[in-house]
């Protein structure tokens, strides 16, 4: 029994033999592959234009009233956040709408307001709401208000003598 290899044309068996030419894959193959390669290219570029989107959109620019009003050109129609302190004498609760002017270093922007507003909203407290600008009224849809510790002394039998 013969055990050394076999070299040529005739070690690669009959086929070999006929012709030289390498083996190449059906069409078939080669267009699978392209259109894998365009899908995931495509799915690609959709995540990343998702992403982009999600990061932009979740940044909410804060500006004071006084800022936003210089700025306001170059905002737009943008979203962010305006902070001030509620005038007195101007919220007038229109069943939709709230109407209010808000102030800082002396600037005041009129604001309307859709929805109610928080339980702790009221004249002469700082508010920062979210919205954009429209003519020359900010259109807020989010009031946040800030409450300070004076709301702990006012009230001690609301908070629980553990609160911070």
């Known amino acids: ?37 365009v899908v995931l290219a495509v ?5 990343g234009i998702i992403i982009f989107e999600g990061l932009s959109n979740a940044t909410v620019y804060f500006y004071n009233a ?18 001030g302190d509620v005038v007195d004498g101007t919220v007038r609760d229109n069943g939709e709408t709230v109407d209010f002017d808000v102030r800082f270093n002396g600037v005041t922007v009129a604001v309307q307001n859709e929805g109610s507003p928080p339980e702790l909203f009221q004249e002469g407290i700082p508010v920062v709401l979210e919205g954009r600008w429209q003519g020359d009224v900010f259109a807020s849809d989010r009031i946040l208000v ?10 001690p039998d609301r908070v629980p003598a553990n609160a911070p």
């Open 1 to 37: 029994m013969d055990l050394t290899p076999r070299t040529g044309p005739e070690a690669a068996g009959p086929e070999a033999a006929v012709g030289s030419a390498p083996r190449r894959r059906p069409p078939s193959t080669r267009r699978r592959k392209v259109g894998v390669s």
């Open 43 to 47: 799915l690609l570029a959709a995540t």
């Open 66 to 83: 006084d800022e936003a009003v210089a700025k306001k050109a170059t905002l737009e129609d943008r979203r962010f956040r305006l902070q």
């Open 146 to 155: 800030k409450h300070t510790s004076e709301y702990k002394a006012a009230n």
